[in-house]
């Protein structure tokens, strides 16, 4: 039996540690944070993310072998092995202010650790870190003020995405687990390969070494919101002409060595990761000098930008160009489908850009209306935020999809339409509607990378 702590109850660190305790039982997982609002959530029945499968999973763990606590310098000293899953902002002070990654927490991770720690320990880098920042830690934590003790660094980054975050960690499609090639740190990764070695197949868990785990993960990430940002560039492309950038998308993603997965055009990438890690991937290759490969890497984020701006600006002319004073109904919130989270949603971007064209905003979501409130600061006193899509709509002249929530799908859109302002337009900023029959009912109709379907003759922005 371990003792196992992790220090971070966010998205990352209450999620897999549940997963952990389901599966190994013998030990013992607690979760500590700073936020003592947030261990009350997770004590509570009103978890602080919103995840499916992860209530269940919760229920039958909690009290058992799963803890959540604040008592951080206690359970240190308990622990044997410590994940360390505090958020790693991109600075935004300083050198590589905007680019780099904000460390300050993970350091004071670091010494928290190092100061309440009375036996030696397995400490493991969850949160995602710039390249050699476990030989930063490894150096404070073996440092001189620390008692003797022997402390192991190793790197397990999360690959799980929000929204199927209970099966991405039931499932995997790898776990890694990166570590120093000394005796004692083969014995680290060792321990961290048996916890996973419990649900997740033998061949599955894959051992680098700790370079090679940290960076895995950026560029994991940068690849995947390439994938988006190459397909997006295609659909402003597809706009322009007679393509439509699903059937691209499918005759593209039918070739096996590019394969089918994450070729959906949006409004473009949100969630906490892909754009702070990008920037963190550019960050590390200028520092090295590499700046052919930093510039690279900067069009991803470049492109999600310009997506993202370039759906405000088609809503804006299908409008004749203005949009001021009109209702307009923003139907979701969250970066994504199946999350409470709204952190980089494109939502919000939109959001903010209505808003200076003065719009009167009205946004929906069946989950994220609190954290779109939150993250939207002094601006969400001028957004109506509303539950009900129905009444969202109603007098609204425009519809945006912004998040592809199945709730969307089946809604009465013949009962929208007649309570709207006309023309009414729907912007599907995810293509998740069926723009025919909506077209059919009497919108018109804006998709991503597809002609619009119109009552009245159009021609596509110059931009
Ligand atoms: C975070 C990082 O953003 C990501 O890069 C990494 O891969 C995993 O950890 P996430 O779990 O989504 O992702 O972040 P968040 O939900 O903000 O959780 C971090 C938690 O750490 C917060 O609850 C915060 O209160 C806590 N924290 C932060 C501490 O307990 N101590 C600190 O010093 C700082
Ligand atoms: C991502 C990675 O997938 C995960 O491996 C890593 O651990 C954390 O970062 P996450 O951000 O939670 O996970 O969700 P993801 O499913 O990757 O979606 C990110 C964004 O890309 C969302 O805004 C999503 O809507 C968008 N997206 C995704 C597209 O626009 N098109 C796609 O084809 C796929």
């Known amino acids: 039996m371990a003792n196992i702590l992790c220090i971070g109850a966010g998205h990352v660190g209450g999620p897999t540690m549940a997963v952990i305790a389901k599966n190994c039982p013998q030990h013992r997982v607690v979760v500590v944070d700073v936020d003592a609002a947030r261990v009350a959530a997770w004590q509570s029945d009103r978890l602080p993310i919103y995840e499916p499968g992860l209530d269940e999973i919760i229920h039958c763990t909690r009290g058992k072998n799963l803890f959540f606590s604040t008592e951080i310098n206690r359970h240190i000293a308990e622990a044997d092995i410590i994940f360390v899953s505090v958020?790693?902002?991109?600075k935004s002070f300083g050198q590589g202010a905007g680019k780099a990654a904000d460390l300050q927490y993970w350091e004071l991770a670091a010494r928290q650790i190092l100061e309440n720690a009375t036996t030696p320990k397995i400490v493991v880098e969850k949160s995602t870190v710039p390249v050699r920042?476990?030989?930063?830690?490894?150096?404070?934590?073996?440092?001189?003020?620390?008692?003797?003790?022997?402390?192991?660094?190793?790197?397990n980054p999360e690959f799980m995405a929000e929204g199927t975050a209970i099966r991405d960690l039931e499932e995997p499609d790898r776990v890694l687990i990166g570590g120093p090639e000394t005796p004692s740190g083969q014995k680290a990764v060792q321990a961290i390969v048996d916890i996973h070695a419990r649900w997740v197949p033998r061949e599955r868990i894959i051992t680098t070494n700790l370079w090679s785990g940290e960076l895995s993960k950026l560029a994991a990430n940068a690849f995947l919101a390439q994938r988006i940002s190459s397909i997006n560039a295609i659909s402003a492309l597809c706009e322009r002409t007679e393509a439509d950038v699903n059937e691209v998308a499918h005759a593209?993603?039918?070739?096996?060595?590019?394969?089918?997965?994450?070729l959906r055009a949006s409004v473009g990438f949100g969630g906490s990761c892909?754009?702070?890690?990008?920037?963190?991937?550019?960050y590390l290759c200028e520092y090295y000098g590499l700046y052919e490969v930093a510039t690279y890497w900067e069009q991803v984020v470049a492109m999600n930008e310009y997506q993202q701006q370039r759906f405000v600006s088609n809503?804006?002319?299908?409008?004749?160009?203005?949009?001021?004073?009109?209702?307009?109904?923003?139907?979701?919130?969250?970066?994504?489908?199946?999350?409470s989270d709204t952190r980089e949603s494109p939502a919000l971007v939109v959001c903010r850009a209505l808003l200076d064209e003065r719009a009167d905003v009205v946004i929906t979501d069946?989950?994220?209306?609190?954290?779109?409130r939150f993250d939207?600061?002094?601006?969400?006193?001028?957004?109506?935020?509303?539950?009900?899509?129905?009444?969202?709509?109603?007098?609204?002249?425009?519809?945006?999809?912004?998040?592809?929530?199945?709730?969307?799908?089946?809604?009465?859109?013949?009962?929208?339409?007649?309570?709207?302002?006309?023309?009414?337009?729907?912007?599907?900023?995810?293509n998740l509607l069926d723009r025919a029959r909506l077209h059919e009912i009497g919108f018109n109709v804006y998709a991503i990378g597809k002609p619009p379907l119109t009552h009245f003759a159009t021609t596509a922005p110059i931009r």
Not at 134 to 152: K, P, Q, V
Request: glycine share 6%.
């Open 366 to 372: 069946p989950y994220a209306l609190e954290n779109a």
């Open 87 to 90: 958020n790693t902002p991109t």
């Open 133 to 155: 920042t476990a030989e930063a830690m490894e150096c404070i934590l073996n440092s001189e003020s620390g008692n003797g003790l022997h402390f192991d660094v190793v790197s």
């Open 252 to 262: 593209v993603g039918l070739d096996g060595r590019i394969g089918p997965r994450f």
């Open 376 to 430: 939207l600061g002094e601006m969400a006193g001028q957004v109506t935020f509303e539950p009900d899509p129905y009444a969202a709509a109603r007098d609204a002249h425009a519809i945006a999809i912004l998040t592809e929530w199945s709730h969307f799908v089946d809604l009465d859109y013949a009962a929208i339409y007649e309570s709207m302002v006309k023309p009414a337009f729907i912007f599907d900023g995810r």
């Open 274 to 282: 892909f754009k702070k890690d990008i920037l963190n991937l550019v």
């Open 315 to 339: 809503m804006v002319y299908a409008m004749f160009n203005t949009v001021a004073h009109k209702r307009i109904a923003l139907f979701g919130a969250a970066f994504k489908a199946n999350t």
